[in-house]
């Protein structure tokens, strides 16, 4: 191919895949559903591959970075205002497309092993094919506006797939609460987008660079400003403090919903909007702080509520909050191409431990308990080893694909210097309790004796085992391009920093890099190390430690209060408002007094007019007379005799 | 001519037409308060149009124009089919309310 690379047919494949599923595929058999539902996604995989192909030069005449599609056809033009519809390649949006397109036709697969017995079949894939289509938008988006587009299509199809057994409460209340929490992060992308309209005059990504580049002194003040709207936007997509909330309760979805948008590709979607962004953070100090200590802070702290949650979705739910905040703490210390090195390996290994979670789910019926499993790997053998390759991944075990791109973020965060010592601390005890939890995971669903031997797991078909077992390669080995050859890459999209300079140079014998990496491997094993203690060796140890601290593990177990905390701060509040002020007064007492009051008058004129309209043909015929007198009697007298004044005065108003 | 008979001669003249004609007017606009019975309503709007008409052929006559009696014979043919519609509503109407007083057709369906 040369020339074009039909970038438009990225999302609009999926797009067709969802009409017509959605549209027909309740009279469809489901085999046509699941044959079209999976090319659509797979033949947008196809295009990117082949874009991805014509950029890296195996044709005679390599496509340039950035390459720019626009749609002839504008769409908004006013005045000195123009959005388009533009779709932008450059390394930052291939990269995340062969995430999105690639893990996403993976986790199609999965689902129709997964999905076979569900109702609403059809409603699914659609759903999911819907979410292809936002996602490719938002991350080829050449605009603020276009990928706001995509940002609220995904959380529309988050919030659809949460809801997907709508008839189960907690599911729809969780689809919701996404929605809702989302709205407030959006909230912050609006106002963002509204300030670059004020000072920049345009939405265009290339085109704000530009402009900021030209003026050096561009720095802080409007610019802190709109980098923290885009970061509050970001924190809601993301679920970062104090917006996680909605993440753990979406895993509500069904499992290969959590984890392709919620885990894989929806919820990074503010790390790649941050690092599309980035110019406006590298000009304000204060919110790319910000923005660290926001991931800092969550990574920590959902990695702690991981530690003793029991549902074996929560767990990899707060591991992803947790991760994700590793991912703004990389963006926070300007490591950009590191953050989306872990975005990108943290999809492989994340996809994989919830497929894998939701491998054994459907192994055990349904069963989400990790008290109630053990002993899984002799039953389940394929899940158990590809899950060991995602816990030692996750855990940034050598060689594995988390290794690479956690050391690269923490690397970034201790060359940062002063500030980032501490914020490299952090991210170091997150690696310990993130090692932990996943290994405390490992032995309860996998190691040991059965919990519920009543229980005859079953192994997965190979539709949902495929994918897992990619996954698990992709997990081993995805992070071998190296974080040096990775952001040499991505440089011209989100610049290159010093500090990310290599931390793997092989060509220096002992480096710093080598120094840290050797550390957070020891951190990781030590982290399994004492999960080995608490859960295999002396398996009593757990709970004796829950009971000496039954403050702290009861504050961890309940998630630190904050669902709680917010509920008496701002929900009840705000339930409160809308009841007694708005329902109230507003509703009942000023609107509805209003409308009483309008009827109260139109029915009491009603009243007095009526007696005009009697039926009465001879008293409408006496008026009628009676008004012809009146005129004849205007007429006809001579007035200006009988009253000569008052025609004085008439005259002189009329102006004769 | 002895003057006896050469007051006979005379025209007559205009305002008496129009006094008529105002006389036969207000008959008509009376008798259309007043009477209840629908026909005699009915004969009270024919008698206003003709008194219209002789002020229109009076003054016809006066200013030697066509005129005016061209619209008499519009007003008449007006009034010939405003007879026929009327007096088939009337029928219709007696046909169902069974009375032809005016105060008791006071309603706009039957």
Known sequence: MNGNLHLWLIPLLPFAGFLFNGILGRHLPKALITTIALLAPLAAFGVVLNAALSVFGSASAPISLPYIENCPIGWINMANFHVDYSFVLDPLSLVMLLVVTGVGPLIHIYSIGYMKHEEGYYRFFAYMNLFMFFMSVLVLAGNALLMFVGWEGVGLASYLLIGFYFQKNSAADAGKKAFIVNRIGDFGFLIAMFLLLANFGTLTFSEIATKIGMDPGWNGGVITFIALALLLGAAGKSAQLPLYIWLPDAMEGPTPVSALIHAATMVTAGVYMIARNHVLFDHSPFALSVVAIVGAATAIFAATIGLVQNDIKRVLAYSTVSQLGYMFLGCGVAAYSASIFHLMTHAFFKALLFLAAGSVIHAIGGEQDLRKMGGLWKKLPITFAVTTVGVLAIAGFFPFAGFFSKDAILYAAFAQGGSGRVLWFIGLVTALLTSFYMFRLWYLAFLGKSRSPEVHPHESPWSMLGPLVILALLSICGGWIGIERFSAFLAPSVGARTAEAAPWAFDQYISLGHFLGVVAVLVALEGWLIADKLYRRKPERAAQYAAALPGGYKLLLNKYYVDEFYGYTVIKPLLGFSKYFLGYVVDVGILGGAAWLLGGIATLSGAILQRWQSGNIRSYAAWLAAGAAAVLLFVLVPWSTVWPVSMDILGKVAGH | ?110
């Open chain 2, 1 to 110: 001519m002895n003057p006896f008979l050469a007051q006979f001669q005379q025209e007559v003249p205009l305002s008496w037409y129009l006094i008529l004609s105002a006389t036969l007017f207000s008959f008509g606009v009376v008798g259309f308060l007043i009477k209840r019975n629908l026909i005699t309503v009915f004969m009270s709007i024919e008698l206003m149009l003709n008194a219209v008409n002789l002020s229109f052929v009076t003054f016809a006559h006066q200013w030697h124009a066509v005129k005016g009696q061209i619209f008499v014979f519009f007003v008449m043919m007006v009034a010939a089919a405003e007879a026929a519609v009327g007096l088939a509503i009337i029928i219709a109407v007696f046909r169902v309310r069974a009375t032809l007083a005016v105060d008791r057709i006071d309603r706009m369906k039957l």
